[in-house]
């Protein structure tokens, strides 16, 4: 079955996960999961509209156009902020569409995976056994997750980034660009690890850590 889809976002993690989607459909010609309907963004730039052109994307108009949407229309939240994100989803948890998950089909998720609404994976992200993923969480290009861990909702993982065996990462953690969180760690709510961090030790919540190892 084909289903509507609306991304929310047109600014570059938007137009990434539109990608996604139609990568998607790509691998199932015969029947493929999205019909993208377009895009919704409360303030797009006037150069992000035409990179939406470019795409052949229609854009929709406010994230309010969601609210009035059918209820068999999905959309995913495509906002890199983890915070951001937060904003959005709870804004829009209560309209009347729900939220789509997109795994990329170059993404390889273990198959006792969970994960909850909206889970966004992109091309190489790896997730091997028993991790629980909550909602609205992204797992950006290449980023991989160990055994046994949890990301709790909003949590973001950025290119490369290596979250090992074991973690816990609260809700609305960032974890930069080539970033290490060592085995059996927990991050706390809406920390931030900064782009190329080891994490070596437990991070307390609303803090941002760099460097190795990342204080
Ligand atoms: C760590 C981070 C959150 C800090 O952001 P910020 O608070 O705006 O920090 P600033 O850019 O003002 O820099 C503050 C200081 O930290 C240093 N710094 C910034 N990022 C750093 C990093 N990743 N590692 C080490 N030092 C860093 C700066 O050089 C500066 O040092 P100074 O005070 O001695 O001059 C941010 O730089 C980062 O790494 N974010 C992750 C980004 C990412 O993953 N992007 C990919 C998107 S797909």
Known sequence: MTTRLVVVGCGGHGREVLTIARAMNDV?????????????????????LKRLQQLDVPYLG??????????DVR???????????????QRVDGYR????SLVHPAATIG????????????????????VVIGRHVHLNQNATVGHDSTLADYVSVNP??????DCHLADGVLVGTTAAVLQGLRVGRDSTVGAGACVIRDVPDGVVVKGVPAR
């Open 28 to 48: 199932a010609p015969g029947r493929p999961p999205w019909h993208l309907l377009g895009v919704v963004d409360d303030r797009p730039t006037e150069e992000n």
């Open 97 to 100: 569409t729900s939220a789509a």
């Open 62 to 71: 406010g994230v309010a156009w969601l609210h009035d949407a059918s209820p």
């Open 160 to 165: 490369l980034a290596a979250v090992s065996g």
């Open 75 to 89: 959309h995913v939240i495509g906002i890199g902020d983890p915070r951001v994100r937060r904003a959005v989803g």
């Open 111 to 130: 198959p006792d995976t969970v994960h909850g609404p909206g889970f966004v994976a992109f091309a190489g992200a790896r997730v091997t056994t028993n």
